[in-house]
């Protein structure tokens, strides 16, 4: 650990925004993913000038920086394996401006998701790439993560929907990225680098973002199958029928037992469940929607398929979807459900051998696997429950994982849809990546050339997770 | 990451519990301490990192790591918001009771009692957690077991019983935030004290621009449980010319504190005292909320902001 000079970090951001009690960075060492590491102070930051501050000095002395919106990654992106500043901007949480001329608003990076669209949605308009997650998940985050969800079949990613972005480079340095257009081919286009750069590359300090309108009808669909592979086909036959359903979740045998347990939605106990929305301004036009899906349902075996307009349904199924991955702690009380293999993306025909696979690959390491996610837009996720004191259900996770990505890699799917790699995920990422990773070595260079920005991760972190880094539960030996 | 130490033996047997909460963080927006004070240091997820750092020795039992667990109101919004089906504050009792063993005990926010007290004992029989006892000496409280209601600081009139960390919720805390909402906002007709259950939190903790929140003619503000609305706060917004205040509590069996029935007693004797000096006693309101029903209180509000409109200002 390098001596860091907290008297000078008090300095820029004022006593009562410095913590460095051990207690306060033992939990800041955690996020939603399996790793823990202690950072060496933690910084809240509450302006752009002390953000720049912070940089020049880190910067000079090689210490680490690395952002934090809400924490709740699931692969280890805030976890400070180097250990550094944690740079926590919840503080600089303004929703700066909302142009409905325009049709984009300005936002710090610590606003919540939730709290964005709660604050649009008296225009009549919505952010869409909202994850799962949007309750807890930051503006920032979610750039810095590409964060999707189950609106994104329609609506985008993070990526499509941010106009521009103003960020703190790691000399200080603060740089305007992008533009408040819809379009723009000026060059680079450096602010959608910065999507998904999981924060080595620069920290956000606001971002542009577009808006979409409130649909006037929303109707939600639940279709029933026996057969996984079944619900895995319906998927993909929907995305080639050129339908356009503003959400298309697969959820598994292991989520529905999960989710029912918690929240008591009645959904069926068969082996898997489409939900299926469609969206519009005219009635008509989700009717159709909603019926070709219906159909094509049925024609994979779906059954008991019904949809529904009542908001107060739509809303109980969409909270259990949101709550699915935590949920899954409840499907067997000696089982936890943990990040890893966390999510994936593979072209749609790909869909239900991918979900097959990863039940086929679990009961052959004997440990619990769940498939589900975002599927109209190619993203599966999965989680592994297991005794997580028990070092043997680790080692047959790891080998469950290595074979899951080797099938996504074989099929030209990619490791991450949208939780990012982090650590727990960069095993697989290397390998995707290995012709370009000079490339992606010289553009973290040329923006970070001390390499101070949450190092170690992406193509820098290590490659076996499980003994590189410090596991978050208690594993006998 | 091996075992290390147990010396933790209420804390110890919730280790596969701390295990399977998954980190996700969803119980941040349920926390008044987190939106207090913005740290996630001060969220039910921090305490629950705490209590499994604490069990495997990677957290030493220090007084600041104490200190999160003896901070905690009891609202137990973020238990029932939990999929992992995690019940923390069980959790956080059974570290308070190691905690004490081991001679750590707060401040967190528990209630302490202050030189003053006259030894009436009124708290003690007031008490709902059985937390007070007089010693022979004096009140003592039980860290494990107070649960910072503040009932015992609404019914001292010493005023001796005190809770030293209030994030926010205190009387001085809620009356600046009040006196400040109605001195800055032209429009400002009303305060509406809730408790955490009666009163889902809206933005979390987002700040939304000037230009959208300068119109509001009324401000929530949440002051933990009913039993802790003293009339001194309630009628403290008149003072800042507020035109009225509202107060929203749980429904009659719900509250676990019982705080709402004592604030039933209090907005009534207020409203008596309002109709004893010709000031219209539907200017002070009290209303029962059911657990985050955010229609029926946004109507509420709607209904008394009209009544008030109509009133006019207080002459
Ligand atoms: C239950 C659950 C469900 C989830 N569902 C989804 C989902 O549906 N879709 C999805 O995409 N994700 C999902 N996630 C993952 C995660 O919540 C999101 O990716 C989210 O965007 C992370 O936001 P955050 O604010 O918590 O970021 P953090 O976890 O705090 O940080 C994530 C990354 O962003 C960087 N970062 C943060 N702020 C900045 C900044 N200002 N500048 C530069 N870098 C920054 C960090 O360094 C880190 O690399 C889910 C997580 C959980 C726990």
Redo the contacts between chains.
């Keep these: 650990m390098k001596p860091i000079d907290v008297t000078r970090l008090k300095e820029i951001v004022g006593e009562r925004n410095v913590?460095t009690?051990?207690?306060?960075l033992?939990?800041?060492g955690?996020?939603?993913s399996v790793h823990?590491a202690m950072p060496w102070a933690?910084v809240?930051p509450e302006t752009t000038q002390q953000v720049q501050e912070i940089m020049k000095y880190a910067n000079g002395n090689g210490i680490p920086v690395i952002a934090r919106g809400?924490?709740?990654g699931m692969c280890g992106q805030t976890v400070p394996i180097q250990g550094g500043i944690m740079l926590?901007m919840?503080?600089m949480?303004?929703?700066?401006?909302?142009n409905l001329k325009d049709v984009y608003c300005r936002v710090e990076p610590?606003?919540?998701d939730?709290?964005?669209n709660?604050?649009l949605k008296q225009y009549g308009v919505f952010y869409p790439p909202t994850p799962a997650?949007s309750?807890?998940a930051t503006i920032g985050g979610e750039i810095a993560n590409n964060a999707s969800g189950v609106r994104s079949v329609k609506y985008g990613a993070t990526r499509d929907a941010v106009l521009g972005m103003k960020v703190v480079l790691p000399n200080g340095d603060l740089v305007t990225l992008g533009s408040h257009t819809r379009v723009e081919a000026s060059g680079y286009q450096l602010h959608k680098l910065i999507v998904g750069s999981e924060g080595t590359l620069g920290i956000v300090v606001e971002a542009t973002l577009s808006f979409v309108p409130i649909p006037e009808f929303r109707c939600m669909g639940v279709a029933n199958f026996d057969a996984l592979k079944d619900a895995g086909e319906a998927i993909g036959s929907i995305m080639a029928s050129g339908s356009i359903p503003s959400m298309l979740e697969l959820v598994d045998s292991v989520a529905i037992k999960a989710v029912n347990k918690?929240?008591d939605l009645g959904l069926k106990e068969v082996a898997a469940a489409l939900i299926f929305e469609a969206d519009g301004m005219v009635k008509e036009a989700v009717d159709y929607e909603i019926d070709k899906m219906k159909k094509i349902c049925e024609k994979h075996n779906g059954k008991d398929i019904h949809a529904s307009y009542d908001p107060k349904e739509r809303a109980k199924i969409f909270m259990g979807r949101k709550?699915l991955?935590?949920?899954?702690?409840?499907y067997d009380?000696?089982?936890?459900?943990?990040?890893l293999a966390d999510d994936m993306a593979v072209p749609y025909s790909k869909m239900a051998e991918l979900a097959g696979k990863v039940h086929e690959v679990a009961d052959r390491h004997n440990i619990v696997m769940t498939a589900y996610g975002h599927c109209g837009s190619g993203c599966m996720h999965t989680k592994i429950l297991m005794d997580?004191?028990r070092k043997d259900q680790w080692d047959a996770a790891k080998k469950a994982i290595t074979e899951i990505y080797e099938y996504v890699r074989s099929v030209n799917g990619t490791t991450s849809a949208e939780h990012g790699i982090g650590l727990s995920k960069a095993e697989s990422f290397k390998v995707e990546k290995a012709d370009s990773l000079n490339l992606l070595a010289g553009i973290k260079k040329a923006f970070d050339p001390n390499n101070i920005l949450n190092p170690g991760k992406l193509s820098q972190a290590p490659e076996d997770w499980v003994t590189a880094t410090?596991?978050?539960?208690?594993?006998?030996? | 990451m091996e075992n290390k130490i147990k010396e933790f033996k209420n804390l110890e047997k919730w280790q596969g519990t701390l295990a399977s909460c998954i980190r996700c963080g969803y119980c941040f927006e349920h926390c008044p301490m987190f939106k207090h004070t913005g740290w996630e240091s001060d969220a039910p997820r921090a305490k629950i990192i705490t209590a499994f750092g604490l069990i495997t020795g990677e957290v030493e039992p220090s007084e600041s790591a104490a200190d999160k667990m003896f901070s905690c109101f009891y609202c137990k919004r973020c238990e029932a918001a939990c999929s992992s089906g995690v019940p923390l504050t069980e959790i956080f009792t059974d570290a308070r009771k190691d905690l004490v063993e081991m001679g750590l005990e707060g401040p967190g926010t528990t209630s302490i009692t202050k030189l003053n007290c006259a030894r009436c004992l009124i708290c003690v029989g007031a008490c709902p957690h059985e937390a007070r006892n007089y010693d022979g000496k004096g009140i003592a409280t039980d860290p494990a077991k107070c649960q910072a209601c503040g009932i015992c600081l609404e019914v001292c009139p010493a005023g001796a019983a005190k809770i030293e960390n209030n994030f926010g919720t205190g009387r001085d805390e809620l009356i600046e935030k009040a006196s400040n909402f109605l001195n800055t906002h032209e429009s400002s007709k009303a305060i509406i004290f809730a408790c955490n259950w009666s009163y889902f939190p809206e933005l979390q903790a987002s700040v939304l621009p000037d230009s959208e929140t300068r119109d509001n003619n009324y401000e929530i503000l949440v002051n933990m449980c009913g039993g802790r609305l003293e009339p001194y706060l309630l009628m403290a917004p008149f003072l800042h010319n507020a035109w009225g205040v509202m107060a929203a509590v749980c429904p009659d069996d719900d509250c676990q504190h019982n705080g709402n029935l004592r604030a039933k007693k209090i907005v009534e004797t207020l409203r008596n005292t309002f109709k004893s000096i010709d000031i219209d006693p539907e200017r002070i309101q009290l209303v029962q909320i059911p657990a985050g029903d955010k229609s029926l209180f946004q109507a509420e509000i709607d209904t008394f902001v009209d009544k008030l409109n109509n009133m006019g200002p207080i002459r």
């Design positions: 913590k009690d051990p207690s306060d033992y939990v800041y955690s996020d939603s823990h933690i809240k809400g924490g709740s926590d919840k503080a949480n303004k929703i700066l401006e909302i610590g606003v919540v939730d709290d964005l709660l604050a997650s309750r807890i918690t929240m709550k991955f935590p949920a899954l702690s409840k009380d000696n089982l936890a459900s943990t990040s997580t004191k410090n596991l978050r539960y208690s594993v006998n030996s």
